[in-house]
């Protein structure tokens, strides 16, 4: 598999084609933002989008999980769209995930639209997740621990790429001394640009944006 | 005087010194028959009073109580227009008539008022009538209406909005069962057509089709520009023809400047002003103005305050201004039919010719104009019959049917299909439309709960629930814009709106045109962007996406017939023969003959063109088509752009030989994926997804972020096609797009034509004829190909290279 090796907190991090990260040191794969149940949220308000989201981003992450075999599985929060979309995952949604966890541990990070553990849903839950020098976390912390460095979500980073007046706009990995966060891994998410100030205020050092093609991650920004 | 119209009428006409026209008359005639009627009529012709005479006759002996006729116009300025031009004759006759206007302006209390007691002629426009459909008591309303005036015939058929306006006319027949339909429109070339598009059976035979007489043939002169006609290589703005513009607009009273777009309405507003020595007072008219600015603009236009309004499209429906007494058009002309409607709007006087000018901006264009004015002056019409009704207007109007009450399936399909846009369609594609909105209509197995509709023991179909109904009604409505944002001053000043591309391209600083005045950028703050007035010179111009129209497949033939006839050249300006010599000598003429492609590097790309002349539609078809082959054959294809004559495409890599990309096997592979993968059915799709009801415009409390909107209509199309390949609003956006596609029959004999006559010119640098192209707008780009990855990798390098420095 195509991977791009960045060094933080002196921790190896590889950038995977899609969104998410595997770490070599301890077979750790991390994904973020799945909103799992986003396509069903709004159907009380008559909203009857298409409801193939789920099942597509479960799809995606067991084949990840199949190519990686990673020891564990960390996703960084927001997992699930709503409080209830755990009840609402169907037979075939629910099988998939129960595959996955049969392959490896999965750790669910809170976010904010899955603040407390969703019921009935295997794996282990935490607010906040440390291993080696690195913090998994939702929502990116304002200030992180001298030799550390923290592996977050929560802002759907997008980048708008100009090249001789070909534009394009495109989810990405941003990450500056010590801190990475990752793009959205779920279908129905949409992205934040890395200009905006919720995201430029976190890399005061600068910055580095990569963005997978078909053959390589490349920084283009 | 006729046996048709009562004495205080026959009075009041020649008090104004008129005679009836015989088009009024045929009108009396079709309503005393009680049979619907096509008026089709030339501008001035009188067309608004003979489409009302019938209901102000019977309305004048004062016994009718309740809704008597109803008047639906595209435009809601117009339904006021109306309004005005009524009251002379009610007020002259005193008759007992009240007439009033309803539109999304219109307030709360007035609303209620006209539902508890309704005018006897209520003037609206499509949506407002959808929305009133929506209501419970529609039926008992619409009980008494005895006429449904649709005014702008021509301008409605064969689109959304007409789709939905016959869904809702439908509708009425049912609460009204001897509901008559008074057409009226502009003079077109499918009348036969337009005529079973107003009849209540979907039928033409329904209908009496009443053809006003032509009016005096317009003058009709080509305007070239200043520095003796010199015409720039490219451009559509046409800003170098301001003086001689200025010129002709001192010489007549009143003018309308008819212009093709928003940018061009600034830009050339601008340059008309820098020029106006003698402060000659000319006012500007376009869509994205503030409501309030344009209404002050067609008050001094009525008053006669203003001697010129450069305008779009948004003057073009059939406003009495009162007395126009010239249009000039800059710009392509592109269609005949709409080019006579424009120069319709200077004849105030039937019996005068209309004078028209046209100021062609570039070379390619004074050929066009040329070729417009030709056939204007032979009476060509253009333009397609309507085409069928759309299924996401269908969708919608199935939840407007709902939302006034439980309804049956079986009964619903009959009665749509008395409407000619619906006449054709299938019980399977109906009953799809209806599960689409009674649950969504996925294949996956879905959520059973909240679903939208629910059927009673009986097969009624109801809505679920209230809080559906009220959040639907607020996206009633067929027109889907370009997001845009509004532009405010930090005190809150409202200057207008600009494309919301547009505005993620300016960086605080920058300096923008919007409604004439220089505007500096100071910042996004949510929907809204704030600027003050600016200073400074270059400012950018707003770039608005719109619809860009193209011209008529006959226009471009035309075109073609004076390109390879150089004895045809002498009613052109020197600097345009000049130039077509000079393509004549650095590469070639397209001939009759000869299939010409030229290929050259430019801007760091591999540009390829080829000059059909086949039209937009085909050459879209094409860009397709070569795009696709270009990707499959590794050369890194990054879009393309079509006009009416031309289609070029570019690449990351040097493109081959062009023998092998123009053969047969073009056609072949799976172009249905290629396709789908397009911006154009992405854009398509999001259109079909907002009509429809997949998702919304906005819901109270909050305006939906629209950019957040834009993107997830794109991953709901992904998810959409992947798990859901046949859903019917996939099917739908298929449809639609493939209206705007030639298809591949007729491009398979195109490439059989010109096998063998491909004439490869190889440049070294961009060819005289493929300019215009060059700087067309609406670019196609190829998105996650092969070619974006070598631009993603080239600026890889670039960080690469300047890590080692």
Same mark, same amino acid.
């Given at each position: ?221 | ?21 015989? *088009? ?71 008759? #007992? ?5 309803? /539109? ?62 016959? +869904? ?30 107003? /009849? ?38 046409? !800003? ?13 009273? !009143? ?12 830009? +050339? ?34 008053? =006669? ?27 392509? &002309?592109?269609?005949?039919?709409? +080019? ?19 100021? #062609? ?23 397609? &019959? ?54 969504? =209509? ?7 709960? *909240? ?54 391209? !300016? ?84 001939? #009759? ?131 859901? &390949? ?29 096998? =063998? ?29 092969? =070619?974006?990855?070598? !631009? ?14």
């Amino acid at each position: 598999m195509n991977f791009r090796e960045i060094i933080l907190a002196g921790e190896q991090i590889w950038l995977l084609p899609g969104g998410a990260v595997f770490l070599p040191a301890t077979q750790t794969l991390v994904v973020a933002d799945l909103h799992l149940g986003k396509g069903t949220s709004a159907r009380s308000r008559g909203l009857l989008l298409p409801p193939g989201d789920t099942i597509s981003t479960l799809e995606k992450v067991l084949r990840l999980v199949e190519s990686c075999s990673p020891r564990l599985l960390v996703a960084l929060g927001d997992s699930f769209h709503d409080p209830g979309a755990g009840e609402r995952l169907l037979d075939e949604e629910k099988a998939l995930l129960d595959t996955t966890l049969r392959k490896a541990a999965i750790l669910w990070i809170t976010g904010n639209h899955d603040a407390a553990p969703i019921a009935n849903i295997g794996g282990e839950w935490l607010n906040e997740y440390q291993s080696g020098n690195l913090i998994f976390r939702h929502i990116p912390s304002a200030r992180i621990p001298a030799g550390k460095a923290e592996l977050a979500g929560h802002l759907h980073p997008k980048v708008r790429i100009r090249i001789r007046g070909h534009v394009m706009r495109r989810a990405c990995f941003i990450t500056g001394n010590d801190r990475l966060i990752l793009p959205a891994f779920g279908s129905y998410t949409g992205g934040l640009d890395i200009s905006d100030p919720a995201l430029a205020t976190l890399f005061h050092q600068g910055s580095a944006a990569y963005v997978w093609g078909a053959d390589q991650i490349n920084r283009v920004a | 005087m006729s046996k048709h119209l009562p004495e205080p009428f026959q009075d009041w006409f020649s008090r104004q010194g008129w005679s009836p026209r015989s *088009h009024q008359l045929a009108m009396l005639q079709a309503a005393e028959e009680g049979v619907s009627a096509l008026l089709i009529a030339p501008t001035g012709g009188g067309k608004t009073l003979a489409g009302f005479l019938p209901s102000l006759i019977e309305l004048a002996e004062g016994s009718y109580s309740g809704l008597h006729t109803l008047y639906v116009s595209p435009l809601k300025a117009l339904s006021t227009n109306i309004a005005e031009n009524l009251s002379r004759p009610i007020r002259d006759m005193d008759l #007992p008539v009240r007439v009033e206007v309803r /539109s999304g302006d219109t307030s709360g209390a007035r609303r209620k008022r006209q539902q508890k007691n309704p005018p006897n002629i209520l003037l609206t426009t499509p949506e407002s009538l959808a929305l009133l459909l929506s209501y419970p008591d529609a039926g008992a309303y619409f009980s008494t209406l005895r006429v449904l005036i649709i005014d702008e015939v021509h301008a409605l058929a064969g689109t959304k909005r007409g789709d939905q306006l016959a +869904l809702c006319a439908s509708r009425l027949r049912v609460f009204s069962p001897s509901l008559r339909i008074n057409g009226l429109s502009a003079t077109v070339a499918h009348p036969s057509a337009m005529a079973a598009w107003v /009849s209540p059976t979907g039928k033409a035979a329904g209908v009496r089709l009443v053809k006003a007489e032509d009016g005096v043939r317009p003058d009709v002169h080509v305007l070239l520009p200043d520095k003796r006609g010199y015409l720039p290589w490219a451009g559509r703005m046409g !800003l170098g023809s301001a003086t001689a513009i200025l010129t002709e607009i001192a010489r007549a009273r !009143l003018t309308i400047v008819f212009v093709n777009s928003r940018a061009q309405a600034e830009l +050339l507003f601008q340059a008309l002003w820098k020029d106006n020595a003698d402060n000659l007072p000319i006012g500007l008219h376009h869509g994205s103005l503030d409501a309030v600015r344009r209404a002050k603009v067609e008050e001094a236009m009525a008053q =006669g305050a203003l001697r010129a309004v450069v305008a779009t499209s948004s003057l073009d429906l059939g406003l009495d201004w009162g007395a126009v007494d010239q249009i000039i058009q800059v710009g392509a &002309p592109k269609q005949i039919s709409r +080019l006579t409607q424009r120069i319709g709007r200077a004849n105030h006087r039937m019996d005068e010719p209309s004078r028209a000018l046209l100021a #062609p901006a570039n070379r390619f264009e004074v050929l066009e104009c040329e070729a417009a004015r030709e056939a204007v002056l032979q009476h060509e019409l253009d333009g397609d &019959p309507p085409r069928a009704g759309a299924l996401d207007v269908l969708a919608q109007h199935v939840l407007v049917t709902a939302c006034a009450g439980p309804f049956f399936p079986d009964v619903l399909y009959e009665e749509i299909r008395q409407t000619a846009p619906y006449s054709q369609i299938s019980r399977t594609d109906f009953d799809e439309v209806v599960r689409f909105v009674e649950d969504g =209509g996925y294949a996956l197995q879905a959520y059973e709960r *909240h679903q939208r509709l629910f059927r009673d023991s009986l097969g009624q179909l109801w809505v679920r629930s209230e809080q559906i109904i009220r959040q639907f009604r607020m996206n009633i409505g067929t027109i889907v814009d370009t997001p845009m944002l509004r532009v405010k001053s930090r005190r809150g000043k409202a200057y207008g709106e600009i494309d919301e591309y547009f505005a993620s391209t !300016l960086v605080p600083g920058d300096t923008f045109l919007l409604g004439g005045e220089l505007l500096e950028f100071l910042g996004l703050h949510d929907t809204t962007v704030q600027a003050a007035r600016g200073r400074g010179k270059d400012p950018r111009v707003p770039v608005y996406g719109g619809n860009q129209l193209s011209i008529s497949p006959g226009l471009a033939r035309h075109v073609r017939e004076i390109l390879h006839t150089p004895t045809a050249w002498t009613v052109l300006p020197k600097s345009v023969q000049d130039w077509l010599t000079l393509q004549s000598k650095r590469s070639h003429l397209p001939g #009759p003959e000869n299939f010409l492609i030229e290929t050259f590097p430019h801007r760091g790309w591999h540009y390829i063109v080829a000059y059909p002349f086949e039209g937009r539609n085909a050459h879209q078809t094409l860009g397709l088509l070569l795009t696709k082959k270009l990707e499959e054959t590794g050369k890194g294809p990054l879009g393309f752009v079509a006009n009416d004559y031309v289609v070029a495409c570019w690449c990351v890599h040097p493109t081959g030989s062009m023998t092998d990309l123009f053969s047969r096997d073009l056609l072949g592979g799976n172009l249905t994926d290629w396709l789908s993968e397009s911006a154009m059915l992405r854009r398509t799709f999001r259109d079909v997804a907002i009509i429809a009801g997949l998702i919304e415009r906005n819901y109270p409390g909050r305006e939906k972020n629209r950019r957040q909107m834009t993107i997830s209509s794109d991953l709901l199309y992904d998810v959409l096609r992947k798990y859901d &390949p046949d859903h019917i609003l996939l099917r739908a956006t298929r449809l639609q797009a493939e209206e705007g596609l030639t298809d591949l029959g007729r491009l398979s004999q195109m490439l059989d034509r010109l096998y =063998g006559h491909i004439e490869h010119v190889s440049l070294s640098h961009v060819s005289p004829l493929s300019v215009p192209v060059l700087l067309e707008q609406g670019r196609e780009k190829i998105r996650g190909g092969e =070619g974006e990855d070598y !631009l993603l990798a080239e600026a890889d390098k670039l960080y690469a290279l300047a890590g080692k420095a």
